[in-house]
């Protein structure tokens, strides 16, 4: 079983940055994709970034490329998401997601270990 507990989340202004963390206990991210996911008010969760533990391979959706990365820390088995320029339309409850799976799938319902999600809150 594994346990994620995302950090990191709070009120912006339009052009800042976030650093989002999510950190896993129960056992460590090896061999694990690990990706972030956003839910806005009112719509479906959709993808964002997904970094592979093993291989360091990353994905990121159009709407974030050159803005946000995402990296892991091997020894603190954290993956953390820094998000740049940010803009309104981030806005929303962000959250972590785990699966022992091949490549960096975008679909939410691959994954099958959630955090509770931390709310990036970005004003113009």
């Known amino acids: 079983q594994v346990q994620l507990v995302e950090s990191g989340g709070g009120l912006v202004q339009a052009g800042g940055s976030l650093r989002l963390s999510c950190a896993a206990s129960g056992r460590t991210f090896s061999s694990y994709c690990v990706a972030w996911f956003s839910q806005a008010p009112g719509k479906e969760r959709e993808f964002v970034a997904a970094?592979?533990?093993?291989?360091?391979?990353?994905a990121f959706a159009d709407s974030v490329k050159g803005r946000f990365t995402i990296s892991r820390d091997n020894v603190k088995n954290t993956v953390y998401l820094q998000m740049n320029s940010l803009k309104p339309e981030d806005t929303a409850v962000y959250y972590c997601?785990?699966?022992?799976?091949?490549?960096?799938?975008?679909?939410?319902?691959?994954?099958?270990?959630w955090g509770q999600g931390t709310q990036v809150t970005v004003s113009s």
């Open positions: 997601a785990a699966a022992r799976l091949f490549g960096l799938p975008r679909s939410s319902a691959l994954y099958n270990y």
């Open positions: 970094i592979n533990w093993n291989s360091g391979s990353t």
